[in-house]
């Protein structure tokens, strides 16, 4: 069976970031590992 990108990602666990362990809810779909705040100390 195919799925769509939207069903796929909404059967995804809740991403975490990779510094403070926060979830990453509005960014499952994206390729960063860390939430606005950990990004914004990087940049
Ligand atoms: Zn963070």
Redesign the pocket.
């Known amino acids: 069976m195919i799925m769509s990108s939207t069903e796929f990602f909404r059967n995804l666990p809740p991403k975490e ?1 990779a ?2 362990g ?1 979830n990453i809810e509005e960014m499952a779909d994206c390729y960063n590992h ?2 606005e ?2 990004e914004a100390e990087i940049h």
């Open positions: 970031c510094k403070c926060d860390e939430c705040d950990c």
